[in-house]
DNA sequence: AACGCGGGGCT
DNA sequence: AGCCCAGCGTT
């Protein structure tokens, strides 16, 4: 007697009701999938919703401007995944007449599908034999073998999928793989709390039986953040605000920030900072300061609001409206206690 | 193998 | 304050 019978008849009681659970074309599972890497259902929902409003298909999706892709991205945190995203719905339609390929290994060709996506998709929207092991995944097996490898070894994962992918079950291997997953999130869940009382898997789980279900998963601790300090600059001139883009690689790559500097600036230094961007600023106000804590970085941040003498030259800067910043521009969260009162919705 | 890459919710 | 989340790409 496996798991399989009973892990999906759990889930055929338990699932939730998701978006992405009806209509489940390729396409949808695929954009699911990429927006819940690293991302929690309940903040992907309403993006997933308005994102299959703005691109339907695939190639709505290839052709959308930048600026519209990143918007509709704003707020959700590793936009190297919607640029990647688009870069492989253009090459769907120059190379697959703009439908996914129905194979595991041209899946993983895709930028932005590893073999976590590759797997789900595979098995989710072809129904076939892949497994597709996510941190999820990966602790319910950890505990249910009682395996103290470390899950953050890429090792322990392939183990896991050469473990899993004789049990995927013949015809249903899309709820396989989404009740395993959907396990891990309601029941065997993370912080030593599972809720081993309405786990199907109970009986079979070897953790339980030995009463460690709080040992597992292993996982090597993580080296700590950096700080870095920061001063941004909130520049006001004629009811608008000056933005930056940022560079196309590397942290928050290609969207909008406020102006900023390293290190904690003084007044005097602000001044500076102001005239280096080729403005002259007429007052100075302190703002409350902030943190932002990515990663592998934290930023401790504090801000200047600075009233501007009238100036033709923008100097790299584009200066937004209130609704342009709501509507256009795609922000960090980072830089949102800063234009709170600009953007009181 | 190690690191960079967001943001938010939970303990 | 730290952990983790339907991970992937680069070096």
Not at 270 to 282: D, K, Q, W
Request: charged residues 20%; hydrophobic residues 40%; glycine residues 6%.
């Amino acid at each position: 007697m496996g798991i399989v019978e009973p892990l999906l008849l759990w889930y055929g009681k338990n699932k939730r009701d998701l978006p992405w659970r009806h209509n489940c074309t390729p396409y949808r599972v695929w954009v699911s999938e990429i927006m819940l890497q690293q991302t929690r259902v309940e903040a992907v929902k309403n993006y997933f919703v308005r994102f299959l409003q703005a691109a339907p298909d695939i190639p709505s999706l290839a052709d959308l401007p930048e600026e519209k892709l990143l918007k509709l991205w704003e707020g959700l945190g590793y936009y190297s995944r919607v640029r990647n995203l688009q870069k492989a719905a253009k090459l769907l339609v120059s190379r697959y007449g703009g439908q996914m390929p129905a194979s595991y290994a041209q899946l993983l060709e895709l930028p932005g599908v590893g073999s976590y996506t590759a797997g789900a998709v595979a098995s989710i929207a072809f129904g076939l034999p892949c497994p597709a092991v996510d941190g999820n995944v990966l602790r319910v097996w950890m505990r249910l073998t009682a395996d103290g490898a470390d899950i953050a070894d890429p090792h322990t994962k392939r183990q896991t999928e050469a473990a899993l992918r004789p049990l995927m079950p013949v015809g249903r291997c899309g709820d396989f793989t989404q009740a395993l997953i959907e396990l891990g999130a309601l029941v065997c869940v993370p912080n030593a709390t599972p809720k081993c009382a309405v786990c199907p898997l109970a009986d079979f789980c070897k953790a339980h039986r030995q009463k460690e279900e709080q040992c597992y998963p292993v996982k090597k601790p993580k080296p700590p953040r950096r700080v870095e300090q920061r001063t941004i600059l909130l520049l006001e001139q004629a009811g608008r605000i000056a933005l930056r883009k940022r560079p196309a690689k590397g942290l928050l790559a290609s969207l909008w920030e406020l102006p900023g500097f390293d290190g904690t600036l003084s007044q005097e230094q602000a001044i500076a900072a102001v005239r280096s961007l080729g403005l002259e600023p007429v007052r100075l106000q302190p703002l409350a300061p902030a943190k932002h804590i990515f990663t592998h970085v934290e930023w401790h941040m504090t801000g200047w609001q600075v009233q501007l003498a009238p100036l033709p030259d923008t100097h790299r800067l584009v200066w937004a409206t209130e609704q342009e910043l709501r509507e256009r521009y795609s922000l960090p969260s980072a830089f949102r206690p800063f234009l709170q009162k600009f953007l009181q919705t």
